[in-house]
């Protein structure tokens, strides 16, 4: 078989396990149930795959590299290190503003991906690389002074992470008061303050945020 002809099937066999586990919940399914949704028999499946998890960790990491690259291409553009993190965060909140992705991440997080043997490293390795995104930005914002701030780039990459999963979190798992959108504006808010961003006044001029600037100058 041709090397773009197995990266096809490849392809296909993941996409059909998502449709099984979005058609089910997110509830076990079965090699039999993904194949029979493909088309294809147990041998395609094992020219793959060695099991159902290391399908199901592929179809995890596949996603996860697609939304790091859409991050990446997102603060590629941006204008300063404050436009780069509002970048970052309104793309990470969008996956659980609209409606297709945050049905992904619905299945990526479901009690039948979760179980799969070698999950947690997979999980981990996908927030390690988010937030090394992060901290290039915090890391940016220091060295150019627009986040005069930062005294740990990791340590404070890592605050903010924290926060953002949490709204992240708040949005995907259950009814939220707020929108994703303000929950966005929310996390921002909070990561200029603690970065000592400057605010935008209304005649243009800049000033520091200075309940922040006092807190932590003290």
């Known amino acids: 078989m041709a090397e773009q002809d197995q990266r096809a099937e490849r392809a296909r066999i993941i996409e059909a396990a998502h449709r099984c586990l979005a058609s089910t919940g997110g509830a076990s399914v079965s090699v039999s149930d993904i194949l029979a949704e493909t088309g294809l028999g147990t041998r395609a499946f094992y020219r793959h795959f060695d099991s159902k998890d290391d399908l199901l960790l592929a179809m995890f990491r596949r996603d996860h590299d697609r939304v790091t690259a859409e991050l990446?291409?997102?603060?590629?553009?941006?204008?300063?290190?404050?436009?780069?993190?509002?970048?970052?965060?309104?793309?990470?909140?969008?996956?659980?503003?609209?409606?297709?992705?945050?049905?992904?991440?619905?299945?990526?997080?479901?009690?039948?991906?979760?179980?799969?043997?070698?999950?947690?490293?997979?999980?981990?390795?996908?927030?390690?690389?988010?937030?090394?995104?992060?901290?290039?930005?915090?890391?940016?914002?220091?060295?150019?002074?627009?986040?005069?701030?930062v005294t740990d780039v990791r340590a404070d990459a890592r605050a903010i992470a924290a926060v953002l999963q949490r709204a992240f979190d708040e949005q995907i798992l259950r009814p939220s008061a707020q929108s994703a959108e303000e929950a966005s504006e929310q996390v921002i808010d909070f990561a200029l303050r603690a970065l000592g961003a400057p605010t935008r006044g209304t005649s243009g001029g800049t000033g520091r945020r200075e309940a922040a600037v006092g807190d932590r100058r003290g």
């Open 72 to 149: 990446q291409t997102a603060i590629a553009s941006a204008k300063n290190p404050e436009d780069a993190l509002r970048r970052y965060v309104q793309s990470r909140m969008r996956l659980v503003s609209e409606k297709r992705r945050r049905q992904r991440v619905l299945v990526l997080t479901s009690e039948e991906v979760r179980r799969a043997r070698g999950y947690d490293a997979e999980l981990n390795r996908a927030a390690e690389g988010a937030e090394a995104i992060l901290a290039l930005i915090v890391e940016q914002g220091r060295d150019s002074g627009d986040f005069p701030l």
